[in-house]
């Protein structure tokens, strides 16, 4: 193995054998002596990866390193504006219909093949061939024609205005060199990906760790740091352990983690912590196809039986607000003016009773003969989740409902339930995008295997209104769409909206360059850097 590999695999050894290095008893955060090249970082998730394809990828531990090995023409910064990555400019035409991009020079592959714009058309080319299973295809078929101008030149043409046009292309780009003339689900670079990002895949142990290590011939310029290491750890209680010996440099906090159990002088000598709204939140969904959800009464109900704010009192100790949709509250987008169903389990009830549920002599809901009981499955390791579906089991407890809580290991949770259709009613959550085009996840059409609409929601308004908010630039009838939109999906209740968490990640107080900003955290990880007295981890470039 190369001297590089050698090195990140023995100080992974010492992890895993609980051995920190003696820096973690050190005090970070002194004085800034500026950016230098070297040290590691040390990420965690409850999560593996499934795939390393960016078509194929639909959860979060995929894109999470997805986002760090590929580039996409364009890029959010800290404030919400688009600007060019792989792209240095753009054009766009005064009918809004096509976009021209003027791509990089010089910029490879981390096989060193050259970036052209025959990659940038050879990706819509996968993105819209229908034989990729992919759940994002949508944006691109609105375009009518994609074409190479030349080496560095790349056009797209619609047939109508598509709003979320320009950001869509954020799409991480893929080697033509590598996957033309090849099945994509079975390209070996779903498990070895080569892109053109800041940091070059090196290896994968499933179950265990994903090491990236800094790309050295980045168009961004060179990473400060020499790697990148994702380790999967799927219960929170050992990583909250691996946090506190100095084992990880990020791990999002639970809410009793960030009031409670990091409030002692050697945590916030090591730590900084911090807490922000993300575009995220949690939800109740239900199997649409089950014929006990079918009826719009029932999952009003459900709802209404469901008190959120005390799970957010005393699951997120306040550390979060109740949702009511599924756009982020303070947006240009969002409708704080939605049908509302607070905690009224004597209207669960009575909704309960229309829809033909009557109690039998021990309580239980019955219709036809058989009992109201269903599962609420969610991923293992997720204790907010599992305490927020216990506490929803016994709330329809008390409305004569039964639940049952299952978890599951997070990719087969994914690959052989969400994916295959295979649950009744899922605890799970959305990290939503910054464009308030949600087409992929509530379209009707969007329900095949692996899509995003896995609860197989119809309604011919909110697929009108999804069409009519994509089709215009004018950001007033977008608004009025989007608001439409929410109102409706607050009275079909095709999710018990739950809550927005507030994000609270701890991140080692060695790290410099972390600058929150409307984006979130993350935006600039590329720009993280140690100063040379505070670099934990010496590691050859």
């Known amino acids: 193995m190369s001297t590089l590999f050698f090195l990140i695999w023995l100080i992974m050894t010492l992890i895993q054998a609980g051995c920190s290095p003696p820096e973690a008893e050190k005090e970070y955060g002194g004085p800034d002596t500026g950016p230098a090249y070297g040290d590691l970082f040390i990420d965690a998730s409850i999560g593996d990866a499934s795939t390393l394809l960016p078509p194929l990828a639909s959860d979060a531990a995929s894109h999470n390193i997805i986002s760090l090995v590929y580039n996409g023409l364009v890029k959010y910064d800290g404030d919400l ?36 714009a025959h990659d940038a058309l050879f990706t819509y080319q996968v993105m819209v061939d229908p034989k990729t299973p992919t759940a994002y295809a949508g944006d691109y078929q609105q375009v009518r024609e994609a074409k190479v101008l030349d080496d560095y030149t790349f056009r797209v043409t619609y047939s109508k205005p598509f709003a979320p046009a320009l950001g869509s292309w954020g799409l991480a780009m893929l080697p033509r060199h590598l996957l033309v003339g090849q099945d994509i689900t079975t390209s070996p670079l779903a498990r070895r990906p080569i892109g053109t990002g800041p940091y070059k895949f090196q290896d994968w142990r499933a179950g265990d760790r994903i090491i990236l290590t800094a790309n050295p011939n980045y168009f961004g310029g060179r990473v400060y740091l020499n790697g990148y290491i994702y380790r999967i750890i799927p219960d929170l209680a050992t990583m909250f352990l691996e946090l506190k010996a100095g084992n990880v440099d990020r791990m999002g906090l639970s809410p009793l983690q960030y009031v409670r159990q990091t409030a002692y002088p050697k945590f916030n000598r090591l730590y900084a912590k911090y807490r922000y709204l993300p575009f995220s939140y949690i939800y109740l969904g239900y199997n649409l196809d089950d014929p006990r959800f079918a009826d719009r009464r029932v999952r009003q109900a459900l709802t209404s039986a469901i008190n959120r704010q005390e799970i957010i009192t005393g699951v997120l100790l306040g550390l979060g607000q109740e949702a009511t949709g599924p756009y982020k509250p303070g947006t240009w987008y969002y409708n704080p003016e939605v049908p509302r169903f607070p905690y009224d389990p004597q209207k669960a009830r009575e909704l309960l009773a229309q829809a033909g549920w009557r109690p039998n002599a021990e309580g239980v809901l019955t219709k036809d003969g058989r009992p109201f009981e269903f599962t609420i499955l969610t991923n293992q390791g997720n204790d907010v989740r599992v305490r927020t579906a216990e506490i929803i089991q016994r709330r329809l407890r008390e409305v004569g409902i039964l639940v049952k809580v299952r978890t599951v290991e997070w990719a087969a949770f994914i690959k052989e339930f969400i994916d295959k259709g295979r649950f009744e009613a899922v605890l799970l959550g959305w990290n939503t995008g910054l464009d308030p085009d949600q087409y992929d996840i509530w379209h009707s059409s969007k329900t095949k295997p692996g899509e995003l609409n896995f609860i197989h929601y119809h309604n011919p308004e909110v697929d009108a209104l999804l069409l009519l908010g994509r089709h215009t630039f004018d950001r007033e009838k977008r608004r009025r769409a989007y608001f439409r939109l929410q109102e409706i999906l607050a009275w079909d209740q095709p999710y018990t909206f739950l809550f927005v968490p507030d994000a609270m990640p701890a991140i080692s107080k060695r790290f410099r360059g972390v600058k929150p900003a409307p984006a979130g955290i993350n935006y600039n990880f590329e720009k993280w850097y140690v100063p040379q007295a505070e670099q934990k981890y010496t590691l050859l470039p």
């Open 81 to 116: 504006n688009l600007v060019g990555d792989l792209a240095e400019s753009w054009e766009v035409s005064p009918d809004g219909l096509t976009i021209t991009f003027k791509l990089r020079r010089g910029v490879v592959w981390h096989d060193g093949q050259p970036f052209t």
